[in-house]
């Protein structure tokens, strides 16, 4: 915890960006009926009955410092497909960086393992010399700012019955195009101080 809240402290440098990663789940969820077109004083009405199709993954990536955030919807969440995220990063969203810090939770599929089942070692040891990774404590998700950017998404984007995956894809992309006009830096304000004093019951007791 003092390790990812000593992350958040650092100060902005292009070089080093820092990164929150997290990913979460989306049933697609096809109608059986046409919905009922709203009506003044009515809204637009659903049959309770649906359709179940597959689940769809969501791997969020968002730098607090600068409030650019990007969201891939894949249809699984493997290690490869980690991997394949993470070469995006460094390739495509910070190919200028020396190095990235990224801050995410200890899921098996997340780690520099996972780069070689998807690339050739040579590959595979650039891109896990790429980053800098800070792993949130068990229980201690709330600590990850992206998983607080995918309940943002969730509740404007999410809270609807989507049908598929291409459906899925466009939303959020036209959520992520939206955020985008007017990123917004995160005030985190949660410091090791804060830790030490409001979760005092988490830390040993010594005896001296």
């Not at 998700?141 to 598929?164: F, H, K, M, T, Y």
């Not at 894809?169 to 939206?178: D, G, L, P």
């Amino acid at each position: 915890m003092e390790d990812v809240l000593t992350v958040y402290k650092r100060s902005y440098d292009p070089k080093r960006p820092q990164v929150c990663m997290d990913e979460a789940s989306k049933q697609l969820i096809k109608e059986v009926r046409q919905p009922l077109p709203p009506k003044p004083g009515q809204p637009e009405r659903f049959d309770h009955q649906y359709k179940r199709n597959d689940v769809a993954n969501l791997f969020m990536l968002v730098e607090p410092l600068t409030g650019r955030c990007q969201v891939k919807v894949t249809e699984r969440h493997t290690k490869v497909d980690w991997a394949y995220l993470m070469k995006g990063l460094v390739d495509d969203l910070y190919p200028e960086a020396d190095s990235i810090v990224l801050v995410l939770d200890n899921l098996n599929t997340h780690g520099k393992a996972s780069f070689y089942e998807a690339f050739p070692p040579p590959e595979a040891k650039r891109l896990a010399d790429k980053l800098e990774i800070h792993y949130t404590p068990k229980h201690g998700s709330w600590l990850n700012i992206a998983e607080i950017e995918l309940a943002v998404l969730a509740g404007q984007c999410l809270d609807r019955r989507i049908p598929d995956i291409e459906t899925l894809r466009h939303e959020v992309a036209a959520w992520t195009a939206e955020r985008s006009h007017n990123p917004t830096a995160v005030n985190w304000r949660f410091t090791t101080d804060d830790a030490r004093i409001k979760l005092k019951r988490l830390y040993p007791s010594l005896q001296h």
